[in-house]
């Protein structure tokens, strides 16, 4: 399925606040409840729009580092990352696991409640992990969130 204008802008709208209503999509693309809500579900159904998640102010809960984690393995079989994914995926500091290409292996977004809980978290939980080679570590200073391409 190839979206289009009207299904975009649905999207736009909903990547704003997904808490919208069908009736209010429809309102502000013009179209009725009925005819908004069917289309909001041929996205769900198509895979396009992927479920509606919950952001949380990590700072507010008392989270205010953030460090992105490029971590090279040291062997790379299959066996190797698997483990690797199923063990980093337990710790519940680390947010984002992304296998990537390039200089690392795996891009992990990690959240503490400072400097010595990241240290305490990377010592203790990360570098104990099988196969993990080199550690790059970027400290988060800000972040602006960009809606996407739509």
Known sequence: MI??????????????????KASEVGRRVGLSQPAA???????????????????????AL????????????STKSRTNLEDFERAITAIPEVQTVEHVLGLYDYRLRVTARDL?????????????????GNVEANVLLSEEQRPGPL
């Open 37 to 59: 809500w069917r289309r909001i579900q041929r996205l769900t159904d198509a895979g396009i729009l992927a479920g509606r998640r919950l952001d949380l102010d990590a700072a």
């Open 116 to 132: 010595a809980d990241f240290e305490r978290v990377l010592r203790r939980r990360i570098m104990t992990l099988p196969s993990v």
């Open 3 to 20: 979206p289009d204008p009207t299904d975009l802008a649905i999207l736009r709208h909903l990547s704003r606040d997904a808490t919208l």
């Open 62 to 73: 008392g989270f205010g580092v953030t460090v992105f984690l490029g971590v090279k393995l």
